[in-house]
């Protein structure tokens, strides 16, 4: 009997250990074994070159133009859907007339794909009969035609937007739900003893939603690391490299200029980076974990 | 309730590498193919021709169609991954000189000459497009010219019954149509691309093909003269606003429409953009229409500049005699030929396809080439990769802000020796 238990959990984990080896774990050694070597791509004739690959990224202008973009698009994809998150939640607890009706329109980028979400922030963006652009006229009642992402200086910050947009709906539910695990007599009695609103959110429900911001916060970065479709969708990384983030700066040194050597030592120092982050995190989840048990 | 026995899982497990192994064996039959015809027109032509291949001969064609962009890239993840179909799509040039040189095409010097087609593909196009050191891997498809196209009606309507034939004449149309307060240029760069053909024809017509090769190849620098005056010349018309504003945030077909609703006169595109707007309807000759890119300088040779689409074959083909049965039906076929171009708008490499198959438009497209003292790959076809992407995102970026083109061209220069050094 236990050796029939052990021969199926052998036949049973040997398909998922296997497709985890070959997508996972042999494309990461592959890209550590490339990032010494000057490969095309497809060439059968290459050279290692030490530490050429990663000694060019410190004269590389774009990579430290990606570097920025990426600290930029990481803290703003992190801040902006949270506040935003954060706020919805509160005004949609309280109970507004048409909140159901709110909850679902907030909640429903959510559920689109970045190419659709991509594809309709271009249209608001169109230079000539964009919707924004449109609006700000109507307002203003000058002609604008301001390109919002053929431009390299708003370029990322529109992708930013776009993005915001998209995770809010997942900060505000996650925060809806921390609303509700709140005991309402803890509210009740702050009320009693003479708190406003404000001191009621600031000194007892943002502390007590911590636990939700702590998953808000993880998924929000697991989510900006993930944040390539939506770039590449609107901008490609353009105009001229202005919005491009470490990962599309990866992916145009190794596709488009077929640099793939080059491309992996930039994918081990983007790979470093994300242990970081990651490390970081843990160390806080653990304080975490000690001070709210 | 029936289990599978340890003896059955087993044994499937064992038989499993063996039915993976004797599958290429039954698909002999079938040619896998992957191409960048996806536009509607050109999709549904493309299978339309191959289903021809399919009649004509005992193979069937497996088709991956793959957005022309994002092909770009896509062919090459596959070229990286030894996983390239039997026959695939690809811009001659620099392009197939790239992947020729790392040994991922399949040498097609003997199915060329058993086909007789040096008496079927047009020199000029076989000449510069299918040889690659020193074996021939590429049989050319379709061919395309660049020109000025332009909306009949705008320049009617503006006066204009004479088109430019040299530089002073064309600033002239230009200063005329914007004194009517029409928009003289349309321009789509926000892919890049279509931004090369300026920088191509300014090169081509002020310093000469020759010096244009040199540049391509590395052996002249961004920081020439040669250079300093073209990108001069594209600067005096943008500073002028003879092009249309936001160029960047349009694609090649936002531009097109622009010239098709007459909010712009002109944009200088490949013959692709008849097949477009004959699919929106307008009318070669009546509606649109086109002249060849003016002459700058005197005594310099009138180069015509476009891409080759072409045909090759993986190196690592399983089918070789299957891939080769469907490119020398692809472009012996004067059937074939004159479907595919009259759909694609697009001029035949075929020799034996009858002009008359061709509009008004492309006919003259066709006379022009063959009357042009040479036929150059534009830009991104003709300089390597990695340097065409250096170049593409200078002219973006000159199109954004024409008022830095010093700094501009010396960080291109040094970026582009970076890149040729690669």
């Known amino acids: 009997m236990e050796r029939d238990k052990r021969f199926w959990r052998i036949v049973l984990l040997t398909p998922p250990l296997l497709v985890f080896s070959v997508l996972i774990v042999w494309p990461l050694l592959s890209s550590f074994y490339y990032s010494f070597t000057n490969w095309n791509g497809f060439s059968s004739n290459y050279q290692f070159v030490g530490l050429g690959n990663f000694q060019k990224i410190w004269t590389d202008r774009l990579f430290f133009q990606a570097t920025i973009n990426t600290i930029i698009w990481m803290v703003s994809a992190l801040l902006l859907p949270t506040l935003l998150g954060l706020v919805l939640a509160l005004l949609l607890d309280s109970k507004v007339r048409g909140g159901k009706f709110f909850k679902t329109i907030f909640y429903l980028p959510i559920c689109l794909s970045a190419i659709v979400v991509g594809q309709i922030w271009i249209w608001i963006y169109q230079p000539n009969w964009g919707l924004l652009n449109t609006f700000i006229e109507e307002i203003t009642g000058d002609r604008f035609r301001y390109a919002w992402l053929a431009k390299p200086d708003s370029a990322l910050f529109s992708v930013i937007i776009a993005w915001s947009w998209q995770q809010t709906g997942l900060s505000m539910v996650i925060y809806l739900a921390g609303l509700t695990a709140i005991p309402s007599e803890i509210l009740e009695s702050s009320v009693s003893e003479g708190a406003t609103t404000w001191q009621r959110i600031w000194y007892i429900v943002i502390p007590l939603l911590v636990p939700s911001t702590v998953v808000v916060i993880a998924l929000s970065v697991i989510n900006s690391l993930k944040g390539f479709d939506i770039l590449y969708i609107m901008t490609g990384g353009g105009p001229f490299n202005s919005s491009d983030t470490l990962a599309m700066h990866m992916y145009n040194e190794s596709f488009k200029k077929y640099l793939i050597g080059y491309g992996s030592s930039i994918s081990v120092v983007l790979f470093l980076i994300a242990l970081i982050i990651i490390g970081i995190y843990f160390r806080q989840l653990r304080k975490f974990d000690q001070i709210y048990g | ?422």
């Open chain 2, 1 to 422: 309730m029936k289990y599978i026995n340890r003896r059955t899982l087993l044994g499937t497990l064992f038989a499993l590498p063996f039915i993976c192994l004797t599958t290429p064996a039954l698909a002999q039959s079938e040619v896998t193919i992957s191409h960048y015809f996806t536009g509607e027109l050109g999709l549904k032509a493309f299978g339309e021709q191959m289903e021809k291949f399919e009649a004509a001969t005992s193979y069937k064609m497996k088709n991956s169609p793959v957005g022309h962009e994002d092909f770009k890239t896509d062919i090459l993840v596959r070229a990286s991954g030894s996983s390239l179909p039997d026959v695939f799509s690809y811009w001659a040039g620099a392009r197939v000189q790239f992947i020729a040189d790392s040994d991922s095409l399949r040498p097609i010097d003997q199915m060329w000459n058993e086909a007789g087609l040096d008496k079927i593909v047009a020199k000029t196009v076989a000449d510069s497009a299918t040889m690659y050191n020193g074996k021939r891997f590429l049989v050319p498809f379709n061919y395309h010219y660049s020109g000025m196209f332009y909306n009949t009606k705008v320049m009617a309507d503006a006066g204009i019954t004479k088109m430019p034939t040299d530089w002073n004449g064309f600033l002239a149309l230009c200063k005329e149509l914007q004194s009517k307060g029409i928009t003289p240029i349309a321009l789509g760069s926000k892919n890049r691309w279509p931004a090369q053909f300026w920088f191509d024809y300014l090169l081509l017509r002020s310093a000469g093909p020759d010096y244009r090769t040199q540049l391509m190849a590395g052996k002249a620098s961004y920081d020439d003269p040669q250079v300093k005056l073209a990108m001069g010349m594209w600067k005096a018309l943008v500073d002028a606003g003879y092009f249309v504003e936001n160029a960047n945030a349009n694609t090649w077909t936002d531009a097109s429409d622009q010239v098709a609703r007459g909010d712009a006169a002109m944009t200088l595109m490949g013959t692709w953009i008849t097949g477009y707007w004959n699919g929106l309807g307008l009318v070669p000759g009546a509606d649109y229409d086109f002249f060849p890119f003016p002459s700058i300088m005197a005594g310099v040779p009138s180069a015509s500049v476009g891409p080759v689409d072409g045909l090759v074959i993986g190196a690592n083909t399983t089918n070789p005699r299957g891939a080769e049965e469907f490119l020398k039906f692809m472009v012996s076929d004067t059937g074939v030929q004159a479907a595919w171009s009259k759909a694609q708008g697009a001029l035949s490499a075929n020799v034996n396809v009858d002009a008359s198959n061709y509009n008004s438009v492309m006919l003259k497209a066709f006379e022009t080439v063959k009357n042009s003292d040479a036929f150059a790959f534009n830009y991104d076809l003709a300089t390597p990769p990695p340097v065409a992407e250096v170049g593409l995102s200078m002219f973006a970026r000159f199109m954004d802000d024409p008022s830095g083109v010093d700094e501009i061209m010396k960080q291109t220069a040094q970026d582009v020796a970076g890149a040729f050094k690669e």
